[in-house]
């Protein structure tokens, strides 16, 4: 649901004459603040990092910028509900990734819910309602990539966890390689003109951007590894992230849905119910 809210943030910092790159800076940088806080609240011990675990941080590093830079590229190049559909079909990338490098069972309930999940997204983004005509393939293979990059992002993420890494200490790090890696292509001067608009509103705005789009969300769905498989997670995200970004459209831009897009609400809520019951008996 948190995922869903970014496009708030990404429209305010956008209009506000923050370049993709930039904005991307303030949102992994600042989020370094409450990982901090998060670690020195748990376990300091979290801290301590082998060089073996070093090439996997770097992998999550190199998912999360991809990720961020492709979805914003698709957003800017292709209508939004496309792009929307484009990353949502990452969750077919973990089924057969995590097949294969898991050994993680693809089971008929879980390609059941899956699929449910996936045409629920379509609906609800309304991408059946639209003319595709003279939509660039640059932004068509940017939404794909982007939905790819989350899925090895997973991958690489569940396999920290196998070897004994928390997810604070995983995010932590990964956050700092991206944030030093994007400081020669940031823009200060428009941080600080933003900044000037009202400094105490902008920077807690700031502060919320990146806690609410980026920090929460990225630990909450790497926490979530640690109870249900790669492939369960994906789905509820896949379909969870549409669904609150179509909300939080219809309360603060008014952007209603159409009756195809609200039955996607429904069919979406009912795959997730249908996977919930499923790994609750599980467990």
């Not at 370049?19 to 609240?41: C, E, K, Q, Y």
């Amino acid at each position: 649901m948190m995922f869903g809210s970014s496009g708030i943030f990404v429209r305010t910092l956008t209009q506000n004459g923050i370049d993709p790159t930039t904005l991307l800076f303030l949102r992994f940088s600042i989020a370094i603040i409450p990982l901090l806080i998060a670690i020195l609240a748990t376990d300091k011990n979290l801290f301590k990092i082998d060089l073996k675990d070093i090439p996997l941080f770097l992998v999550c590093s190199l998912c999360i910028i991809g990720l961020n830079l492709c979805y914003n590229h698709s957003m800017n190049t292709v209508p939004l509900s496309l792009a929307a559909v484009l990353l949502s079909i990452a969750p077919i990338y973990v089924l057969i990734i995590a097949y294969f490098l898991f050994g993680e069972n693809i089971t008929s309930k879980k390609m059941i819910c899956m699929i449910l999940a996936i045409s629920g997204c379509i609906m609800m983004t309304g991408v059946l309602e639209i003319d595709l005509k003279n939509i660039p393939s640059l932004g068509i293979l940017s939404g794909i990539g982007a939905g790819l990059f989350w899925a090895v992002y997973l991958m690489a993420s569940k396999k920290s966890i196998e070897n004994g890494k928390h997810t604070f200490t995983i995010l932590f790090y990964s956050i700092i390689f991206i944030s030093i890696a994007l400081i020669p292509f940031s823009d200060f001067g428009e941080i600080s003109n933003f900044i000037s608009i009202n400094p105490m509103l902008t920077v807690i705005f700031l502060i919320l951007h990146s806690t609410f789009s980026f920090a929460l969300p990225y630990i909450l769905s790497t926490i979530s590894l640690n109870y249900m498989d790669s492939g369960t997670s994906s789905i509820f995200l896949s379909g969870a992230e549409p669904f609150a970004a179509l909300i939080f459209g219809l309360l603060i831009y008014s952007e209603v849905p159409t009756p195809l897009m609200f039955c996607g609400f429904i069919l979406t809520i009912i795959a997730m119910m249908m996977l919930s019951k499923t790994d609750s008996k599980t467990s």
